[in-house]
């Protein structure tokens, strides 16, 4: 039995404790600053974030940096560990009450990381700007690429509850100004050499995971490479929600996803990907992508002007990944195409979709080494590997336009096994043509056809809006000009037909396709459009419906 003078000792000990472990601000500020302060007030700052690296922080400590200020070095979290109910928090507050105030800006040139999280959980960052262009001469370069916020599992344990929020990345670039990349370069999978990127997150242990990620409301602008990044091992990284971001100018894809599991991407507006407006940058790259992920949400995204002479679609599924779901999306201009789906792909929907003049690329014209495509499923599964088409595959209810100055280009690769293509509007102007998947090689028998197909349905411009020379074709389509409020526009309701009578309650219900025992991510019945128009028990065609 304890004794009474160990239970009073004992007490002491526990109230110290407890009053040690009591959560601190910590504030920084560059000009007003100095590390041999606490950091505890505005009165007694600390001067660098690389002091903040130095502190073993606590659940609920802040680290308040001062706006309107500039750092000039990145600052980095390992194993530091919030709570769930107090997490520790990384902001920028309004240091002078009385005048207008911009976020802290953290220039980290040279640096590997303007933001590192390493083996954290609990961890909020927000409201800051961050940049890092190139590197100072003769500091040596070591690192293998340059990241505005990383997000890193190096241990064994558990990564969770990582929020990044109203973050600013910008003019993020591994190489100085002037240097230029082979052109051969943008013609690798995904680059060979160092680059810039926005936010990554990376779990390259497939023991462990990285859990509820949330990445929202950040800004991300011209960077070397991606915008948006995950890499898991094994689908490790899970339960992320990427929300309400823009990402423009990026040298690669806008946002792209590998090994996860449990997405949701959701009401981002992503533009000029693949830019190559910048002689450091990749130059190629979709609005979005994905590939060996599992049960992603992709809904109300913009994807606008994606270039690059490969790929560079609006948003691509590439191989080996299942239940991919896009839905209520607007897709333009983009040079790749709109719907594409690569090989080993199971239970795949574009459903809801509005897509407008994508797909203009032409195979050999300024370095394009792929037709673009409106329409391709292909039977890639990686190099020096047996074709594989893309396996119950649902392509319903998109408004799919393209003006007189396409040409619309279709490849439907005859190792596809479930194709359901129904109830869309293919509102074509010019002339269709069927191309070959460019990372296709033809089987010696060439009159072998895509299995288990569907499609049926769909409203044609004319007869000729669909080529004769495409393998698969509509058993039931219809023909007529539904006649947009405004073709051309990057709006939704700008694809509303005025001839309601070709359309509404036209379409088919949707079923699982014969041999499809797995079923989808979600119902293949939708209560409303993109709009919030009700979608009622018979379904319109295209991707819109009308107000009762």
Not at 122 to 137: A, L, P, Q
Not at 270 to 297: C, E, I, P, Y
Not at 298 to 309: D, H, R, S, W
Not at 313 to 342: P, R, T
């Amino acid at each position: 039995m304890m004794s009474n003078k160990l239970k009073l000792l004992y007490l002491i000990v526990c109230v110290s404790c407890h009053q040690l472990a009591v959560a601190h601000d910590y504030y920084v500020h560059p000009e007003l600053g100095d590390n041999s302060n606490t950091g505890f007030s505005k009165s007694v700052p600390l001067k660098t974030l690389a002091s903040i690296s130095k502190i073993k922080l606590l659940p609920g400590d802040r680290v308040l940096l001062a706006s309107n200020q500039y750092y000039k070095t990145g600052i980095r979290l390992i194993n530091q560990n919030g709570t769930e109910n107090n997490p520790i928090t990384i902001t920028t507050i309004n240091w002078d009450t009385d005048i207008s105030s911009n976020p802290a800006i953290i220039n980290f040139k040279g640096e590997a990381n303007g933001i590192l999280i390493q083996d954290c959980s609990f961890i909020e960052v927000s409201n800051i700007w961050v940049t890092g262009d190139g590197f100072f001469k003769n500091s040596g370069q070591k690192s293998k690429m340059r990241c505005g916020v990383l997000v890193i599992n190096t241990h064994s344990r558990k990564m969770m509850n990582i929020t990044i929020k109203n973050i600013t990345v910008f003019d993020v670039f591994y190489e100085n100004n002037g240097f230029t990349r082979g052109k051969n370069e943008v013609k690798t999978a995904n680059g060979t050499q160092k680059y810039g990127w926005g936010i990554r997150v990376i779990n390259k242990n497939p023991k462990t995971s990285i859990d509820l990620v949330n990445i929202e409301n950040c800004h991300i602008k011209n960077v070397a490479h991606t915008g948006i990044k995950l890499s898991g091992n094994n689908k490790n990284i899970t339960q992320v929600k990427i929300s309400g971001n823009k990402v423009e100018g990026t040298g690669g894809p806008g946002i792209q996803m590998s090994g996860v599991n449990n997405t949701t991407v959701v009401n981002n507006f992503v533009t000029h990907s693949g830019s190559h407006d910048d002689t450091r940058k990749w130059g190629r790259g979709s609005g979005l992508w994905t590939w060996g992920a599992s049960n992603v949400l992709i809904e109300k995204n913009k994807f606008l002007y994606a270039n690059g002479p490969g790929d560079s679609a609006g948003a691509h599924i590439d191989f080996n990944c299942n239940n991919i779901v896009l839905q209520y999306n607007i897709s333009a201009y983009n040079a790749g195409g709109f719907c594409e789906i690569l090989g080993n792909n199971y239970n795949c929907i574009y459903r809801y979709n509005i897509s407008v003049n994508d797909g203009y690329r032409v195979k050999g014209v300024n370095g394009a080494f792929q037709e673009g495509k409106i329409l391709w499923l292909s039977g890639y599964q990686g190099t020096n590997k047996k074709r594989k088409g893309p396996v119950n595959s649902y392509i319903y209810n998109n408004t799919i336009y393209c003006d007189s100055s396409i040409v619309a280009k279709i490849a439907i690769d005859n190792t596809s096994n479930g194709v359901l293509i129904a109830n869309n509007i293919f509102h074509i102007l010019g002339s269709t043509k069927a191309v070959l998947g460019d990372q296709y090689k033809p089987d010696t028998v060439e009159d072998i056809l895509a299995k288990n197909v569907l499609f049926k349905n769909n409203l044609f411009l004319r007869e000729s809006s669909w080529s004769a020379e495409i393998s698969i074709k509509d058993t039931e389509p219809i023909f007529g000009n539904s006649n947009f409020t405004n073709a051309g526009g990057l709006e939704a309701k700008d694809y509303l037909p005025k001839n309601s009578y070709l359309v509404k309650n036209k379409g088919i219900y949707i079923e699982l396709l014969s041999n499809d025992s797995n079923g989808l991510l979600e119902s293949l019945s939708l209560k409303e459009d993109i709009l919030g128009t009700p979608i009622l028990d018979i379904p319109s065609i295209g991707a819109l419906e009308f107000k009762e």
